[in-house]
């Protein structure tokens, strides 16, 4: 499915259930576009498929002390569905899926990832997260990569593309 159709359905469902699931969605690859910011990329280099789960843990103003901390109470206040925004992908073997503006508010999110099911130690899968354009005027993107021998990673990426924030 088209990756409008993908954000259309994925916060359709956010709406409803606060949970998405984004498995069955076909992935954008090999694409030189950049991705609009607020943009979420699942990537999966290794030889076997995994699911990967993103939960918003909360969202804030600045960058916690902690790592994958938020701090301060934005105003105005973000809607419940990106406080509590928790989505599901089930990426195949060396496939990339990207789903365009999930992140929606100029806010900093505070997110956690699982890989498979499983928390990640030792804060391998948390990180503060500010998808609007900062000093510089380039916004971000949110990665989860699975790498060639299984290991996670989160990834944040600049881009030149505002996505909802231009």
Same mark, same amino acid.
């Given at each position: 499915?088209?990756? *409008?159709?993908?954000?259309?359905?994925?916060?359709?469902?956010?709406?409803?259930?606060?949970?998405?699931?984004?498995?069955?969605?076909?992935?954008?690859?090999? *694409?030189?576009?950049?991705?609009?910011? &607020?943009?979420?990329?699942?990537?999966?280099?290794?030889?076997?498929?995994?699911?990967?789960?993103?939960?918003?843990?909360?969202? $804030?103003?600045?960058?916690?002390?902690?790592?994958?901390?938020?701090?301060?109470?934005?105003?105005?206040?973000?809607?419940?569905?990106?406080?509590?925004?928790?989505?599901?992908?089930?990426?195949?073997?060396?496939?990339?899926?990207?789903?365009?503006?999930?992140?929606?508010?100029?806010?900093?999110?505070?997110?956690?990832?699982?890989?498979?099911?499983?928390?990640?130690?030792? $804060?391998?899968?948390?990180?503060?997260?500010?998808?609007?354009? &900062?000093?510089?005027?380039?916004? *971000? #993107?949110?990665?989860?990569?699975?790498?060639?021998? +299984?290991?996670?990673?989160?990834?944040?990426? *600049?881009?030149?593309?505002?996505?909802? #924030? +231009?």
């Amino acid at each position: 499915m088209p990756p *409008s159709t993908s954000r259309r359905r994925f916060l359709a469902a956010l709406g409803t259930t606060a949970t998405a699931t984004l498995a069955g969605c076909s992935a954008l690859t090999g *694409s030189s576009d950049d991705p609009p910011a &607020g943009s979420l990329r699942f990537e999966n280099r290794h030889s076997v498929p995994h699911s990967i789960r993103v939960e918003v843990a909360g969202v $804030g103003t600045a960058p916690g002390d902690g790592q994958g901390e938020v701090q301060g109470e934005p105003d105005p206040p973000v809607r419940e569905s990106q406080r509590t925004l928790t989505a599901t992908g089930a990426v195949d073997p060396e496939e990339t899926a990207l789903y365009e503006r999930v992140f929606t508010a100029p806010v900093w999110y505070a997110v956690r990832f699982r890989l498979d099911g499983k928390r990640l130690e030792d $804060g391998a899968g948390t990180v503060a997260f500010g998808p609007a354009p &900062g000093d510089d005027e380039r916004g *971000s #993107f949110l990665g989860a990569e699975v790498s060639e021998t +299984g290991e996670f990673t989160w990834v944040v990426t *600049s881009t030149g593309n505002p996505g909802p #924030f +231009g």
